[in-house]
């Protein structure tokens, strides 16, 4: 079984950073690893993955702004966040134990979640 828990979230001006953080435990080798989410009226989206063998993955709105990063030691998982716009408000989540990397159907553990909101 594996537990996760996000935080670092809160509210930021259009342009600002966040770094989101997530800590993991239990086994997450071999499987992916991600952010997601969620805004209000929509679906949960996937924005940053990282792969089996330690590669990334981005969604096209996340990419060039979004870093996402895991300290194995720590079992800690990071998203850093650029950039920001008002269309990023929403909740975010890390999930783990998935088996691709942006859909979230593939993902069995969850996080409650951690709310970013952008102010234009």
């Known amino acids: 079984q594996v537990q996760l828990a996000e935080s670092g979230g809160g509210s930021v001006q259009a342009g600002g950073s966040l770094r989101l953080t997530c800590t993991v435990s239990?086994?997450?080798?071999?499987?992916?690893v991600g952010w997601f989410r969620q805004a209000p009226g929509k679906e949960r989206e996937g924005v940053a993955c990282?792969?089996?063998?330690?590669?990334?993955g981005y969604s096209n709105s996340a990419e060039g702004r979004f870093t996402i990063s895991q300290d194995k030691s720590k079992n800690t998982l990071y998203l850093q966040m650029n950039l920001l716009n008002v269309e990023d408000t929403a909740q975010y989540y890390c999930?783990?134990?998935?088996?691709?990397?942006?859909?979230?159907?593939?993902?069995?553990?969850w996080g409650q979640g951690t709310q970013v909101t952008v102010s234009s």
């Open positions: 999930a783990a134990g998935g088996s691709s990397c942006l859909s979230s159907q593939n993902y069995p553990f």
């Open positions: 239990g086994r997450t080798s071999g499987t992916y």
């Open positions: 990282i792969k089996p063998r330690g590669n990334t």
